[in-house]
């Protein structure tokens, strides 16, 4: 098994910009979260999902969206990008069990 | 809201000591995890702690749950400087999808 996957390793964007982080895992989860990390505040959940089809809000939802077509893959897109989505983003499958190895995100 | 305390936030000791990682939370929680943290790498499982009185050791590290008192500890005997690192105490609770509150993290430093 590969275990959590996450693409790009490092991204930068302008504000403005649009795109889309990957998040795979192959062990058959239900249960996949987007968390970010900012220095100083820990870990904070974006946005989760409990199966395919089905999503819903974090405590920080706000210029996120995602989706889940199929159980393998939990993409983040951010629509818009500003300065305040500079952080760093980790997807975890089954409670905090496998996390991915995060994306580095800088928006200029 | 579920709300998760950790203190300190930063701890520097010397190799050979003991100290311990205070982790608070706010509500009725049934599971608790801890974690390790190296700059600029992913969360790595240390811990997953499930019931009241759980106790669980894996070589310097020792990690406890008082689901009644709504606090774990992570206790650190004859520190090394391989333990230097951040941890992190996460909190959830069964029914809520696998959402978990993280504290803030304790940047743990072990000097020679």
């Known amino acids: 098994n590969a275990g959590v996957t996450q693409t790009p390793k490092f991204q930068v964007l302008k504000t403005g910009q649009s795109m889309t982080l990957q998040c795979a895992q192959d062990?058959?989860?239900?249960?996949m979260s987007w968390y970010r990390q900012d220095p100083g505040m820990g870990l904070r959940l974006i946005h989760y999902?409990?199966?395919?089809?089905?999503?819903d809000q974090g405590e920080v939802p706000n210029g996120y969206n995602v989706s889940r077509s199929t159980t393998e893959d939990f993409p983040l897109r951010l629509l818009s990008a500003a300065p305040s989505q500079t952080s760093v983003y980790f997807c975890?499958?089954?409670?905090?069990?496998?996390f991915g190895p995060g994306t580095r995100l800088l928006v200029l | 809201e579920l709300k998760v305390e950790q203190n300190p936030l930063f701890l520097s000791m010397q190799e050979g000591k003991n100290y311990t990682i205070y982790c608070n939370y706010s509500?009725?929680?049934?599971?608790l995890y801890w974690y390790r943290q190296d700059p600029g790498k992913s969360l790595e499982s240390l811990f997953v702690?499930?019931?009241?009185?759980a106790v669980k050791q894996e070589g310097r590290l020792m990690a406890s749950l008082d689901t009644k008192a709504r606090l774990s500890t992570l206790h650190i005997t004859a520190a090394v400087h391989d333990l230097s690192a951040t941890y992190f105490c996460?909190?959830?609770?069964?029914?809520?999808?696998?959402?978990?509150?993280f504290g803030t993290g304790t940047r743990l430093q072990v000097t020679l």
């Open positions: 975890a499958s089954i409670w905090g069990d496998y």
């Open positions: 062990m058959n989860h239900e249960y």
């Open positions: 999902s409990v199966g395919a089809g089905i999503t």
């Open positions: 509500t009725t929680s049934d599971r």
């Open positions: 702690l499930l019931s009241n009185g």
């Open positions: 996460a909190v959830g609770r069964t029914g809520t999808a696998s959402k978990l509150t």
